[in-house]
């Protein structure tokens, strides 16, 4: 019975292989190759300012393996002619074969043209295997590709304030970790989680078990005020669509990491499955080779979900408490748009010049102003990041992060730290998952389009709760306030007071 149970045992991936193999039903990938093939030297520099370094070279060498892959195809051409020239002598022998006087020339020529049509035959399928082989490698090189970045995006490390939420919080006493207010009012418990599960996991006690359901419920209320729809999606999914929504090794140093589910023997044949580690990877799932009408568009959803990441770090003031945990509860948001009209822009190359904003930056800064809204109700000091190129996904274009201000955090980091993020994704998991829009735009004939997808945080619950523990904390009564649009998902509690 024990080893049926640890049948299904969660293990870490190795980030520097692809540890899946991608089924026959799986959707198959549309890459853009033809714009790779044309633009190698911007694909290269985009690697570059990515730190994608490894991938750097894969544009030139899909340029080449394409005259490859041309050769081939002239050589199977002239071959197939050779062959269809052969066919025609053939069926010439054939209605001479009943000629008394040459029949056996008509039968030795016969015997002659069927080897060489043999020999063709072998030559051409060898020219098809060597085909496919091409194609496979220009594929797997392109998939290695990061998005393109956008104009808005800063090159480097460093990202650029754009915005302020709400006033620095003034305080006369020394700040408190949430770890520490958890402890003394009975809200946190790590020792026992350390136990059962292992560092980076946690459990939320009391009050702070209501605020996670508080937090839950006031971020679904303030997207369906804006008439989003809700999803409650699964945890886990297929390993191949997390990698097709570019959840995937960065390079060699594998900064993302994923945790698979071992199948039983049985189940090898299987697709191999992972925890998802945000509800983007299923709720872009649910369009799996799907036509969505230009009509639904842009089409709102969003989903709380559980979500498990099997981020490293050293055991410091960054993964201490609720910051960096293996498991929480995070509500998402994810949208599909049309594409823009220009093709500079469809390949996430966002100009100042364009004179109407693209659909899917329309609802990019719906998202972020929804972030803003939730952040700043709150009661949270926050700074608005315009995230640099080297901090960018694979499947980001444009990324916009929200940090909140933690007391605790001061010495480390100034004490900011993220608790939103929005990506712009343009068509880049669309064309791996197979999702299209039918548009009548293209001269009235409904057309099919690859859509952009956004996606974006509404609440990360561990660390905003931590960051509302530590803000809300008042060192003369020793007790801790909730943000009043809370109060009622709390039972109108007002403070939390140890006993």
Known sequence: MAC??????????????????????????????????????????????????????????????????????????????????????????????????????????KDSLLEEAKVLKERIGQIEGREAAIQLEIESLALELPNLSSQHTPNGEEPEVIGYINEMPSSNHTPRSHVDIGAQLELLDFASAATT??????????????????????????????????????????????????????????????????QAEKDKAKPALSLAGTA???????????????????LKVIGASRCYRAEAGARGV??????????????????????????????????????????????????????????GSLGLHCRILEMPSTDLGASASRKIDIEAFFPSRLEHSGGWGEVTSASICTDYQSRRLGTRARTARSGGKGGLEWPHTVNGTAMAVPRVLAAIMENGWDEPTQTLAIPTVLRPWMGGIERVKKG
């Open 4 to 109: 049926r149970c640890l049948a299904r045992r969660i293990q870490l991936l190795n980030p520097q292989r692809r540890s899946y193999t991608r089924p026959p039903n799986a959707p198959k990938p549309a890459i853009d190759l033809k714009h790779i093939r044309q633009n190698p030297g911007l694909y290269e520099q985009n690697c570059i300012d990515r730190n994608y370094k490894h991938q750097a070279r894969n544009s030139w060498r899909i340029l080449e393996l394409h005259e490859q892959w041309q050769e081939q195809q002239q050589q199977g051409r002239s071959l197939r002619e050779q062959n269809n020239h052969l066919r025609r002598q053939l069926a010439d022998a054939a209605s001479r074969s009943g000629d008394a006087e040459g029949g056996t020339k008509s039968t030795d020529k």
């Open 197 to 262: 599960s292992g560092w980076g996991y946690y459990f939320l006690l009391n009050e702070a078990a209501l605020l996670e359901q508080a937090l839950i419920q006031y971020s679904l209320s303030m997207a369906l005020a804006r008439r989003w729809k809700v999803v409650s999606p699964p945890s886990t999914v297929y390993s191949h669509i997390a990698a097709a929504c570019g959840f995937q090794p960065r390079d060699q140093h594998g900064e993302q990491q994923v945790y698979a589910i071992e």
């Open 280 to 298: 983007e990877i299923p709720l872009a799932g649910m369009k799996v080779n799907s036509i969505l009408e230009e009509t639904n568009l842009p």
């Open 318 to 375: 960054d993964t201490k408490g609720l910051y960096r945990v293996h498991e929480f509860t995070k509500v998402e948001m994810f949208g599909w748009t049309m594409p823009p009209l220009s093709q500079s822009t469809a390949h996430g190359s966002f100009g100042d010049a364009d004179t109407a904003k693209p659909p899917s930056t329309v609802l990019f800064e719906e998202m972020v102003e929804m972030q803003k809204d939730i952040l």
